[in-house]
């Protein structure tokens, strides 16, 4: 059945996480010196002034939020970035499989492994040191469907993003550019309730809120409509969705003229 | 002692062809280098926003103000870039030297390889940086008032050097770890995550950490001891008189570590 | 006194296993299992400065471990290794100028630069001085032909010119010795014949020591006068060509009769008869009986619709060698 045949790359992603070790302990490494960083920052920010909410209530929604973007985080364009110039992506597209699905399940295998490996950890150092908090049982369903649609908008992100590789041949660049935005708009680097108002609606414009503060508000119940938020996500789903497939057939395009 | 001359002036020559050579390659590679550079000059914008957004909530930060920070942020950002440009290369001598056995190569020739590593590859992608960095540093003095006198200026140029002494000990210590466990990526993954902390005083971390960077990750010495020295901050007098002379220890104990890493390889041949 | 010396040399390595399945990749989590390979032991070796020998094995048999240990590059286990009066590990750059490596398909030419940027540099690692230099550049040019891309990056050069590049720049410094592995691996026979040639003359009129690892034999026939045959990290046979090939060689003779299940022969020099896809395979030792008045017997008794002799291989003499030992 085809989708046993997708669900193989998603134990190739799997593997790949188990296989190097050493990558998944620095991984392990760089979360908890994030999490000390930002500890540390935000405590000397709210002993210089009066925030809108206290230390507590801020590192904790810090916390969850490099939780959620460990758990979720993609990295397609250095996939993609690498067969482009070496010019074996036309050996992917040869293969009887939609590159995209086959990326999808791809990430999702990378993706279950880094939950386990390194979101979980800094789930439960957050509820036990950092003031995280455990939600009700239903708020706790609605978050981990938010997760899942948090994942998701990653996933197209990326593939969206890997599009560009095509003209640029470079993948590196592009993802930094993309994670370094996709961290201060999202609300990972600063809780979005201390962003200016007028700042904070220039940030919705992008799908990054929804993919960080949206959980994140779901999980610490502040959200006023849950639904809302599902409703938003899924909005920019099919954006990102409908974008990439047109960069898509645009890059196809040059492939076929180009010959590969 | 003429010996010692001899093979310097023998190296210098051998960096300037490496160099040369490497500039006219250079322009084959355009849009890597611009994107490169765009990309990370984004992310310092990044940063800088960042900053900005903190301080529309407070007006200092542990006693450092807005100005102040840029100040900070500016110093240790030209140490650590401009150290990139000429260091950056040994990130990379797991994949690209040790797995490809290239590292053989260079063992081959009678020529430190070290030396070789450093300089295979220039990473002029930083100079933007650099440049920007630089920039940083006197917009927020002068934002600050700062009179510079020949002293702040000498201070200045020795503990940029020290710095980027420092900086690439930390980079080659952490590099050869390779060695051992065959890639450097993750090490250097490590690395890039912990130089966040040059951007803040290092009095608003727990006491341990503050050891740690002045020890494993002096990144206190590129930026936050030399720059609390130029802004007249009160604390640590005592770092701050021997930041321009710790580069050169802190780098020779990497290299240490480097020898060591490279007789290990030796011997197990991985 | 020779200038490469090797006495009771051994290397061993251990290599750390990955555990598979779901509890292997959780238990290599913490602890590895490993094994330890002897890739050389006991290894005595003499080569005397000017002399010309091939070393060789099959693969795994410890070739290239023995020339990383006397390049300096891997430190012995154990033993004493001495490279003109020099331990190579130790004093390794001072060995360093004093030798040129090929190394198949590892390059030491910069990639993305032209042929000629890449011998400047070697040209100032080495310290060759100008004359020297403009002299060996002309005198390589003459067997190598390597000014027909002098200006083009090595990148875009094919394997052929890439390998004539690889030979000039190792003998460039005019070094004592020089360590070749696996330097005709993939090229065509005229370019093969070009390298061979190079070697040779350096060899001859440089007096430069060549140890060339090759599974070649063409390699081996036309340059090696003395070979060291190495299987499983052990030295088999140190000695000259002629007589290994004499004392181990079998031929084989391959042919397609009319009715092979018909066959059936018993005569003195013939060890085995084969029974293959294609027909019949004849195995024989030539001093016992020649392929000439093997084929006349044959074709007195047979129909037989085509045959070609086989010469053995390295490999089939390395193998012989070592089941029968010495």
């Known amino acids: 059945m085809k989708l046993k045949k997708y669900l193989s790359f998603t134990k190739v992603g799997l593997r790949e996480g188990f296989q190097y070790r050493s990558d998944a302990l620095s991984g392990i490494g760089a979360t908890m010196i994030s999490l000390v960083l930002f500890?540390?920052?935000?405590?000397?920010?709210?002993?210089?002034?009066?925030?809108a909410q206290p230390?507590?209530?801020?590192?904790?929604?810090?916390?969850?939020?490099?939780?959620?973007?460990?758990?979720?985080?993609?990295?397609?364009?250095?996939?993609?970035?690498?067969?482009?110039?070496?010019?074996?992506?036309?050996?992917?597209?040869?293969?009887?499989?939609?590159?995209?699905?086959?990326?999808?399940?791809?990430?999702?295998?990378?993706?279950?492994?880094k939950m386990i490996v390194r979101g979980i950890p800094a789930l439960i150092i957050g509820i036990l040191f950092l003031n995280v908090g455990v939600p009700g049982l239903i708020n706790s369903f609605y978050f981990i469907i938010s997760m899942f649609l948090t994942l998701n908008l990653a996933i197209f992100l990326s593939y969206t993003t890997s599009m560009i590789v095509f003209w640029t041949k470079v993948g590196w660049s592009l993802r930094m550019t993309r994670s370094m935005v996709a961290g201060l708009f999202s609300g990972a680097m600063i809780p979005l309730y201390l962003v200016p108002d007028n700042i904070r609606a220039l940030f919705n414009l992008t799908p990054f809120p929804s993919m960080v503060d949206g959980p994140i508000s779901i999980y610490q119940g502040t959200a006023e409509n849950v639904f809302s938020v599902f409703g938003i996500q899924l909005m920019w789903l099919v954006i990102l969705g409908l974008l990439s497939e047109m960069l898509w057939r645009k890059a196809k395009k040059k492939l076929t003229v180009q010959g590969g | 002692m003429r010996e010692k001359v001899g093979t310097m002036k023998k190296y210098v020559r051998i960096y300037y062809?490496?160099?040369?050579?490497?500039?006219?390659?250079?322009?084959?590679?355009?849009?890597?280098?611009?994107?490169?550079?765009?990309?990370q000059l984004i992310s310092m914008v990044v940063s800088l926003a960042f900053l900005t957004l903190v301080f529309t909530q407070?007006?200092?930060?542990?006693?450092?103000?807005?100005?102040?920070?840029?100040?900070?942020?500016?110093?240790?950002?030209?140490?650590?870039?401009?150290?990139?440009?000429?260091?950056?290369?040994?990130?990379?001598?797991?994949?690209?030297?040790?797995?490809?056995?290239?590292?053989?190569?260079?063992?081959?020739?009678?020529?430190?390889?070290?030396?070789?590593?450093?300089?295979?590859?220039?990473?002029?992608?930083?100079?933007?940086?650099?440049?920007?960095?630089?920039?940083?540093?006197?917009?927020?003095?002068?934002?600050?008032?700062?009179?510079?006198?020949?002293?702040?200026?000498?201070?200045?140029?020795?503990?940029?050097?020290?710095?980027?002494?420092?900086?690439?000990?930390?980079?080659?210590?952490?590099?050869?770890?390779?060695?051992?466990?065959?890639?450097?990526?993750?090490?250097?993954?490590?690395?890039?995550?912990?130089?966040?902390?040059?951007?803040?005083?290092?009095?608003?971390f727990a006491l341990a950490i503050q050891g740690l960077l002045v020890t494993l990750v002096p990144l206190a010495f590129a930026s936050f001891f030399p720059a609390s020295f130029i802004l007249g901050k009160e604390g640590f007098e005592a770092w701050k008189l021997i930041t321009p002379f710790v580069g050169p220890v802190?780098?020779?104990?990497?290299?240490?570590?480097?020898?060591?890493?490279?007789?290990n390889y030796s011997s197990t041949g991985s | 006194m020779s200038l490469i010396k090797a006495e009771?040399?051994?290397?061993?390595?251990?290599?750390?296993?990955?555990?598979?399945?779901?509890?292997?990749?959780?238990?290599?989590?913490?602890?590895?299992?490993?094994?330890?390979?002897?890739?050389?032991?006991?290894?005595?070796?003499?080569?005397?400065?000017?002399?010309?020998?091939?070393?060789?094995?099959?693969?795994?048999?410890?070739?290239?471990?023995?020339?990383?240990?006397?390049?300096?590059i891997l430190e012995p286990s154990s033993g004493l290794i001495e490279v003109d009066g020099r331990n190579p590990h130790r004093e390794r750059k001072k060995n360093a100028v004093n030798i040129g490596v090929v190394f198949g398909q590892k390059t030491q030419l910069w990639w993305d630069l032209p042929v000629k940027e890449s011998f400047k540099l070697l040209k100032e690692i080495y310290e060759v001085d100008e004359e020297a230099y403009d002299e060996r550049i002309e005198e390589f040019d003459e067997v190598l032909q390597i000014s027909e891309f002098w200006e083009q990056p090595v990148r875009k050069l094919s394997l052929g010119q890439k390998m004539r590049c690889e030979l000039a720049a190792a003998f460039l410094h005019h070094p004592k010795i020089v360590y070749l592995d696996e330097p005709t691996i993939g090229l065509d026979v005229a370019v093969k014949e070009r390298i061979r040639d190079f070697i040779r003359k350096m060899n001859e009129e440089k007096n430069i020591t060549v140890m060339l690892t090759t599974h070649d034999i063409g390699d081996i026939e036309d340059l090696c006068e003395r070979?060291?045959?190495?299987?499983?990290?052990?030295?088999?046979?140190?000695?000259?060509?002629?007589?290994?090939?004499?004392?181990?060689?079998?031929?084989?003779?391959?042919?397609?009769?009319?009715?092979?299940?018909?066959?059936?022969?018993?005569?003195?020099?013939?060890?085995?008869?084969?029974?293959?896809?294609?027909?019949?395979?004849?195995?024989?030792?030539?001093?016992?009986?020649?392929?000439?008045?093997?084929?006349?017997?044959?074709?007195d008794d047979y129909e037989v619709l085509d045959f070609q002799i086989k010469e053995p291989d390295i490999e089939e003499v390395v193998k012989k060698v070592y089941n029968e030992g010495i």
Request: aromatic content about 14%.
């Open chain 1, 39 to 51: 500890y540390f920052i935000w405590k000397a920010i709210s002993a210089s002034g009066e925030l």
């Open chain 1, 55 to 113: 230390f507590s209530v801020i590192i904790s929604y810090v916390a969850l939020a490099r939780v959620i973007d460990n758990a979720t985080s993609a990295d397609l364009e250095n996939w993609i970035g690498d067969r482009v110039r070496k010019g074996t992506i036309v050996n992917e597209l040869k293969k009887p499989i939609s590159l995209k699905k086959q990326l999808y399940f791809y990430q999702l295998g990378k993706s279950s492994f």
């Open chain 2, 17 to 39: 062809l490496y160099f040369i050579q490497y500039m006219k390659s250079r322009l084959i590679y355009k849009t890597d280098f611009v994107l490169g550079a765009t990309a």
């Open chain 2, 58 to 204: 407070i007006e200092s930060l542990q006693g450092w103000t807005f100005n102040e920070m840029l100040f900070l942020a500016g110093f240790g950002g030209t140490v650590i870039f401009a150290q990139n440009v000429f260091f950056f290369n040994i990130i990379r001598v797991g994949e690209e030297y040790i797995i490809k056995g290239k590292m053989d190569r260079f063992l081959l020739r009678p020529l430190n390889p070290l030396f070789q590593v450093y300089a295979d590859d220039v990473h002029d992608n930083n100079i933007p940086k650099v440049i920007a960095n630089l920039a940083l540093i006197f917009y927020a003095g002068y934002q600050i008032g700062l009179t510079p006198d020949l002293l702040m200026i000498t201070y200045a140029a020795f503990s940029m050097v020290s710095g980027m002494l420092v900086a690439a000990s930390i980079y080659l210590l952490f590099s050869s770890t390779a060695f051992w466990t065959g890639t450097s990526r993750n090490a250097v993954w490590l690395i890039f995550r912990l130089s966040n902390f040059r951007k803040y005083p290092i009095d608003i």
């Open chain 2, 250 to 263: 802190f780098f020779y104990i990497a290299y240490r570590f480097w020898k060591l890493g490279l007789s």
């Open chain 3, 8 to 72: 009771n040399l051994d290397k061993t390595f251990r290599i750390y296993s990955q555990g598979s399945g779901i509890k292997g990749y959780l238990k290599s989590f913490v602890k590895r299992d490993y094994e330890e390979i002897h890739a050389v032991e006991g290894l005595e070796l003499e080569i005397d400065e000017g002399e010309m020998i091939g070393y060789i094995g099959s693969n795994g048999a410890g070739k290239s471990t023995t020339v990383k240990m006397l390049t300096g």
């Open chain 3, 227 to 299: 070979i060291v045959v190495l299987d499983e990290g052990k030295k088999i046979y140190d000695g000259a060509l002629d007589d290994l090939v004499n004392r181990f060689s079998s031929r084989r003779l391959v042919m397609e009769i009319k009715r092979p299940e018909d066959f059936d022969i018993d005569i003195d020099g013939v060890t085995e008869v084969k029974r293959t896809d294609g027909g019949l395979e004849v195995v024989f030792d030539r001093t016992e009986i020649s392929a000439s008045d093997l084929m006349r017997e044959i074709l």
